[in-house]
């Protein structure tokens, strides 16, 4: 029972430096976004994927780049890291259901990420 | 455009009262879904709660309740019976279209302490 499973748990980056963060899901979704949390602000929406080989931007996208090259993989990808991108990163991931609303997300675990 | 306020920053009740946590939301949307998340301090997101624009009938979950008052655009989370495991921070979300696909918009979020 995987779930969605986000790697790494934690990482510590340079100004500058890239990386990126993987999310995986077994659960056959259509649907996989990448939110960050920051103090007082609740989770805001940086990319979205509709299916394999879609994405698209969220509310907060600049810095960052995304890739769906199979379903069940969402990469995350950061490529010249800013402190503000200090932040904790999350997957989700949902049914497509586009015309259905209860569809709840499934989260992976977060990445708390550091850019000194 | 859709947005979803939570006023209370922090709240603190003792244990085994009932709590109400506060959230409005805003849309343009006539079928919409609204969703209750707990964080606690491991941080994974837990789903708690899901209310339908359309639904009658306030959602229940076990100890958790939705009190949705449409025409109010509010949907607030109240857990009978607190118990020191409920310590968490609380996200309200709204199931929106943004751009032709539907996302999850959280709110700030509410750190829910419960005393002994």
């Known amino acids: 029972n995987a779930g969605v499973t986000q790697t790494p748990k934690f990482r510590v980056l340079k100004t500058g430096q890239s990386m990126t963060l993987l999310c995986a899901q077994d659960?056959?979704?259509?649907?996989m976004y990448w939110y960050r949390q920051d103090p007082g602000m609740g989770l805001r929406l940086i990319h979205y994927s509709v299916g394999e080989g879609t994405t698209a931007k969220g509310e907060v996208p600049d810095g960052y780049n995304v890739s769906r090259l199979k379903k069940q993989n969402f990469l995350l990808g950061l490529e010249s890291a800013a402190p503000s991108q200090t932040s904790v990163y999350f997957c989700a991931s949902s049914y497509s259901a586009r015309h259905s609303t209860n569809e709840k997300l499934f989260f992976g675990s977060g990445t708390q990420l550091s850019v000194l | 455009a859709q947005k979803i306020t939570q006023t209370q920053p922090g709240m603190f009740v003792q244990e085994k009262e009932a709590v109400t946590l506060d959230c409005t939301y805003d849309t343009s949307d006539q079928s919409y879904g609204l969703f209750w998340y707990k964080q606690p301090s491991s941080g994974e997101m837990i789903f708690l709660i899901y209310?339908?624009?359309?639904?009658?009938q306030n959602a229940t979950e076990g100890r958790y309740s939705l009190n949705f008052q449409k025409a109010r655009k509010s949907a607030n989370l109240v857990i009978s019976a607190s118990q020191l495991g409920d310590s968490a921070m609380y996200f309200c979300a709204m199931r929106g279209i943004i751009q032709g696909a539907q996302k999850l918009v959280f709110g700030q979020g509410t750190r829910l302490t419960i005393n002994p």
């Open positions: 659960m056959n979704h259509e649907y």
């Open positions: 209310q339908g624009s359309y639904d009658e």
